[in-house]
Each structure stands twice: as structure tokens, then as C-alpha cells.
């Protein structure tokens, strides 16, 4: 291989003219474009591009600041699935194989660079996978990368702009659901007012380059002509090649054209070369990133031979009243591919997902003989009401098809507060002092201490609990009742509880006691980083304002004393069976000054969000997002006696 390597530098092939039949020295040209070969990428990505070249793309201080960089830009993870596309040589892939990174491709169309490529990862042990291809069709699966990268100025080759097209909207098919790709191109804008006419610079002692440029009669390409001059051997090279001037507003719009969305330009990098000659397209670059808003492509079609799973979800076209601005928003898209990816990890599984409410019911009685089972996930509600998440599984009841999770009668137990700490009252399981206000009552007396917390008696996802909802005064509790009947719209009933300042938990129960159950770990609300003077709630402020200091709040594995942990875990799975839950519900608890659990509330069909408390729980028991649905999925087709599924056995966890 070395002697092979040492042949294409001493006596590579001479760049041809459109009729690459021969082999010629051009000489003098008046007009470059017209013996630009259009293709002109097939032909000069070898070893004397490897030497031109050399003090950017071998400069290895260079590619890991550049990786440091593009890093940072992207919050890259090791377990990212990443594309280095036309990743030449394989420098920035090489680099990120050697900081950990899992999952790391390259592919280029220069068969000379993919096998150097090759060569290198082999040395140094490091799996990579590389193989030749053309850009403009990619030879992977829809949804397979989550980052591709496009770096060292490889893009804008081709001679038309729809190829270049191509290859951005072929990148936008093979990436996931809310996947990115970064761009680091020639500043097209820059370069037409400052490129060089003619330069030369010693590439090391016996190699000399020299280069003419000219603009392409549209303005819209720079045109290089380059020759390579060995002092003992002469002339190595003769070529002629050229890249499109890009301007952030033309990237920009072909970005948009090709599908991406919030395209973000991360300012210019000026390229630092120890030789610092001539630079060429490399002397400043447009660095930009983008983003994928997409479904995933269908994998498959419901068929009698799989186990069919209808996910329900809410409706991303209705309003939702407990949302801040009252829409699905990114987060909420985000949310849900982040469920898709981890469902498409369960291989026995096939999954169509429903969101659209109008046509629910004609859907799911078309579906019906080839349904096996819903993964009922509208915790909306039906219209994304949330009165109304008990119709979801009353409409499953009625059309006969089973569902995962609590039934309508459930639903509506564990939407009143005020029903729940009685149902627990008359278990003689403890709740915090409180009272139940009317909307008529005009005079609140309390028989207890402040402080208190004033919140919903009907309601989820901590609506209407702020701040402001933590009271140390008559004149703090009649402003913050004000606030959830003006602020939130609220004329229901309210609680009024004493406000427990001990630790705040929650625990998960997966599974359906008293025959076979997973309890999670329970976890505990972290409020170090809160501000002192905000009382210590895991409320609306956390749940829905990302802006909010609150949003510092996060699970961590709660440390209870184990007579205390048996109590409550005890506790749940009592409460677990007196209101009906099935398959997985969360129950949230506080302890008072004295160490003493209190339960605040039972949630059945609990938050299933990547980021939410059950999956924090599951992560304590070292559980990926994947097996945590999986578990909640088994659970209901035990409890169904559902066929073409073998159960794992469930254990419990403490």
C-alpha cells in the first residue's frame, strides 16, 4: 500500500480536458470555464489533493478544533448516529471515532480517499464504517442518522444547482425526525470579492503550486485552474475544477427548499493554516446547522402476522387549554419522535400512531379486525380536553378493542383531588390537612397553619399551580385563588392544603398487583438550584416555561429512610387497587417537617414524555426509554391474556 501511495504522488494521472481521452498539459487559456470538465469531481481527489491540501485538511490540531467546534453547535452525543458526508479522507470521522462516538459513518465518491480512510481507521482500531457514493442518492434508509455533516468546503461541486439540491433533500430523507445537519462551505460573497487571479506557494520543498481563477460567466461559480510543478520531475498536474459561491441567503433558501427548518448561521471561520499561503475556497467559511420537522417514513403495513399496535395520541391540530400558548409547540413534536424512535426499538411490534381526532372513531372502526392492541397515550384528552381522557378508553370500550391502561371509571376517580384524599382518608392512608372551596364561597377559614397551597381541584399537569399558588397569608391565598379563576380561566372547586415542606416525591408502579408489578425507584424533586426566595413546587413553572428558573428543577433517585420508602410503596399499591389503576400509574407524596409521608395525588395513565418523571424513575433502575415501554406494553397484554406475545417474568424493584 505505501509503494501504491508513493506512485499516485510522483506520477499521478493529468487532469483531461472535456475529451479525457488524453492526456495533455493545457496551455495558456483565456477562458477557464470552457475547458471545465463537468464532472471535473471524479478525477482529483487523490494524492496530489492530499498535498495541496495538506496544511488544512492534515493538520490534525485543526480537525479537533473544528470538532470541539461543530461539537458545541450540535450538543453531539456519543450515541448519535452521524454521517460524515463527502468526508474525504475521513479526518473529522476519525476524530470522533477516537473521542468515543459509537456510531460514525463516511462516505465520499473518491475511491483513492475512502480506501485511505479505511486504511487509517484499521491502524488505529477504530470501527468506522466508510464506502464510496454519490451524494446525490445516498445508499442508506429513510430515518437512519441523526446528524449528518457536511465539512471542509464539499459542497457545491456539482454544475447545476439541482444537484446540490439533491443531495440536501437525499440528507433530509436519511435523517430522523428532528435531526440536523452542519454545513462549513466556502462564504461565497467573500470570495467573489476577494479571490486571487494568480498565486503559487511552495506546498513543501519540491512541490510548487500554481493557480489562476476567474468567476464562471453567471458570477455564480469560482473557477480554479491548478498545476502542480515537482522541481525534478516536472509537471505532476494540469486540472481545472470549480464550486459554487454560496451566500448565506441563497444557502439559506436551498435549505428551505430541500425541507430543513430553523436554518442558523453560527457567524464565519477564518481558516488557520501553518503554511498561511494561498487558501484559496478554504480562506473563510459559512458555518450553518438546520433542522429536520418530519414523520417518520412508514416502515410496514398492518398484517395478520405481526402484533399490531395502535398508539393514540392527541390532537396536534386542536387547541389545548393546559398548554402555555394553547398549541402543540416543538417541544411537544419533539416529545413525540422522541417516543417514535424509542418504539421502533421493539422489533416485535408494528406501530401505526393516531392523532387526529375528527376521524378517530371511522379509523379505529376500519382497523378494528387488524388492531390487537392501543397504546392509549392521549393523556389530552378526546379534542385535547383534558375532562374528557376518560373518552378515549369509554370509546375502546364500547368498540370492543383493548387498550393499555386505567379504564373511564379510574379516570374520573383520580381527576377530583378532593375524592382521592377521601378514598385515602377512609384507607387511613395520611393526606396533608386541607379544605374544599366552592366557587360560591366568598370567606375562607382555615383550621390549620400557613403556609398553604391553593391548587385545582379538577386538573393535571399541575395546572394553575404557580408560585404565587404558595400562601403565608389571608391576603397571599385570596390573591393566588384570584389568579387561578382570572390567569387560568379555573371556576371549578378548590383544594387548600397545608404546605409540606419535606422532601417531594414520586414512585411507579408498572405492571398489576397483586400478581405481577414492577415499583420503580422512587425519585425525589432536586431543588438546589432554585433560587431561595421561590417556595420549593415541581408546578406549572417547571412543567411548561422552559424559561422559568424553575426549569432547573430535576428527579434524582430518592434517599428515604426504609422504614418510611416500605410505608409509602405499601401505601401505593393499596392505592393502586382501590382506584382501579392498570398497567403503570405515578403517585406523588410529600414529607412534612417531622419526616412523615402525605400523599399529594395519584396519577393513573401518568406522563409517558422521555423527559417526565416516570421515565427519570425508570432510568434510576437503570431501564432505557425503550424498556420502560416495553414493560408498560407487556404488562397490558398479560392483564389481557392477549395472544402472539411471550412474557418476560416482571420483578420487582425497590
Known amino acids: 500500500m505505501e ?9 499521478p494521472p493529468l487532469n483531461h480536458t472535456k475529451n479525457h481521452s488524453k492526456r495533455l498539459i493545457l496551455g495558456p487559456l483565456s477562458d477557464l470555464e470552457e475547458h471545465l470538465d463537468k464532472e471535473w469531481w ?22 479537533k478544533r473544528e470538532i470541539d467546534y461543530f461539537s458545541q453547535i450540535l450538543n453531539l452525543s456519543p450515541e448519535n448516529r452521524i454521517l460524515d458526508l463527502c468526508c474525504g479522507h475521513g479526518r473529522h470521522s476519525l476524530e470522533l471515532a477516537r473521542r468515543g462516538f459509537k456510531f460514525v459513518e463516511g462516505l465520499d465518491r473518491s475511491h483513492y480517499l475512502i480506501r485511505k480512510a479505511k486504511k487509517q481507521a484499521k491502524m488505529e482500531n477504530l470501527d468506522i464504517k466508510f464506502r464510496e457514493g454519490d451524494a446525490r442518492k445516498l445508499p442508506y434508509a429513510s430515518d437512519t442518522f441523526d446528524t449528518i455533516l457536511i465539512l471542509g468546503n464539499s459542497f457545491g461541486y456539482f454544475e447545476t444547482v439541482k444537484d446540490d439540491l439533491n443531495v440536501l433533500k437525499e440528507a433530509f430523507r436519511v435523517l430522523k425526525p428532528w435531526g440536523k445537519i452542519l454545513i462549513d462551505l466556502a462564504d461565497g460573497e467573500y470570495l467573489k470579492q476577494n ?28 473557477i480554479t485552474r491548478e498545476i502542480v510543478i515537482h522541481s525534478e520531475k516536472g509537471i505532476l498536474v494540469d486540472q481545472i475544477y470549480a464550486e459554487r459561491l454560496y451566500s448565506k441567503e441563497s444557502l439559506e433558501n436551498l435549505l428551505s427548499l430541500a425541507g430543513f427548518s430553523n436554518i442558523t448561521f453560527h457567524g464565519t471561520m477564518i481558516t488557520d493554516s501553518k503554511r498561511n499561503q494561498d487558501l484559496g475556497m478554504m480562506a473563510q467559511r459559512i458555518i450553518v446547522s438546520a433542522l429536520v420537522k418530519k414523520d417518520f417514513t412508514p416502515i410496514k403495513r398492518f398484517n395478520e402476522k405481526t402484533f399490531n399496535i395502535v398508539v393514540l395520541l392527541g390532537d396536534p391540530r386542536k387547541k389545548d387549554s393546559i398548554k402555555p400558548n394553547h398549541i402543540f409547540d416543538d417541544d411537544d413534536f419533539y416529545t413525540v419522535v422522541q417516543l417514535k424512535l424509542a418504539l421502533r426499538e421493539l422489533k416485535e411490534y408494528n406501530f401505526l400512531y393516531l392523532d387526529n381526532h375528527e376521524s378517530l372513531l371511522q379509523t379505529l372502526l376500519k382497523l378494528k379486525p387488524k388492531i390487537d392492541l392501543i397504546f392509549n397515550l392521549c393523556d389530552e384528552g378526546f379534542d385535547n380536553d383534558p375532562r374528557k381522557e376518560l373518552h378515549i378508553p369509554a370509546l375502546l370500550e364500547v368498540l370492543k378493542i383493548p387498550y393499555t391502561g386505567a379504564g373511564p371509571q379510574c379516570l374520573a376517580f ?3 383531588k378532593s375524592l382521592v384524599r377521601g378514598v385515602a382518608k377512609e384507607m387511613g392512608i395520611p393526606i396533608p390537612k386541607g379544605i374544599f372551596i366552592k366557587p360560591e364561597d366568598i370567606k375562607i377559614s382555615l383550621p390549620f397553619d400557613f403556609p398553604v397551597i391553593v391548587k385545582p381541584n379538577f386538573g393535571d399537569s399541575s395546572f394553575g399551580i404557580t408560585s404565587n399558588s404558595v400562601c403565608y397569608d389571608q391576603d397571599q391565598l385570596l390573591q393566588a385563588i384570584s389568579e ?18 419535606g422532601k417531594d416525591l414520586s414512585v411507579g408502579i408498572i405492571g398489576n398487583p397483586p400478581d405481577s408489578y414492577t415499583v420503580l425507584p422512587i425519585v425525589e424533586e432536586d431543588y438546589s438550584k ?6 420549593k413546587i415541581c408546578g406549572y413553572e417547571a412543567k411548561w416555561l422552559p424559561d422559568s428558573p424553575y426549569a432547573t428543577v430535576k428527579s434524582k433517585k430518592a434517599d428515604l429512610q426504609e422504614e418510611v420508602q416500605n410505608s409509602i410503596i405499601e401505601w401505593c399499591i393499596q392505592l393502586f387497587t382501590r382506584l382501579e389503576c392498570r398497567d403503570y400509574a405515578r403517585f406523588d407524596w410529600r414529607l412534612n417537617t417531622k419526616n412523615e409521608p402525605r400523599l399529594l ?10 423527559d417526565g418523571h416516570l421515565n427519570s424513575m425508570a432510568k434510576a433502575a437503570n431501564l432505557s426509554y425503550s424498556e420502560l415501554l416495553d ?14 406475545e411471550k412474557l418476560k417474568e416482571i420483578k420487582v424493584i425497590t
Open 414 to 416: 383520580c381527576y377530583d
Open 631 to 644: 414493560l408498560i406494553l407487556k404488562a397490558a397484554i398479560k392483564r389481557l391474556r392477549l395472544p402472539k
Open 195 to 222: 479571490y486571487q487571479p494568480r498565486s503559487w506557494e511552495w506546498i513543501d520543498k519540491k512541490h510548487i503550486a500554481i493557480r489562476e481563477r476567474s468567476l464562471s460567466l453567471d458570477k455564480q461559480r469560482l
Open 3 to 11: 509503494e501504491e501511495d508513493e506512485k499516485d504522488i510522483t506520477h
Open 42 to 63: 471524479k478525477h482529483i481527489f487523490n494524492s496530489v489533493y492530499l498535498k495541496t491540501d495538506g496544511d488544512v485538511i492534515n493538520d490534525a490540531d485543526l480537525t
Open 601 to 610: 395525588e395519584v396519577n393513573p395513565n401518568p406522563g409517558w414524555c422521555w
Open 484 to 501: 387561578i379563576r382570572e390567569k387560568f380561566g379555573y371556576d371549578k372547586p378548590l383544594i387548600v392544603e397545608e404546605f409540606l415542606t
Open 530 to 535: 432554585l433560587p431561595e426566595n421561590l417556595p
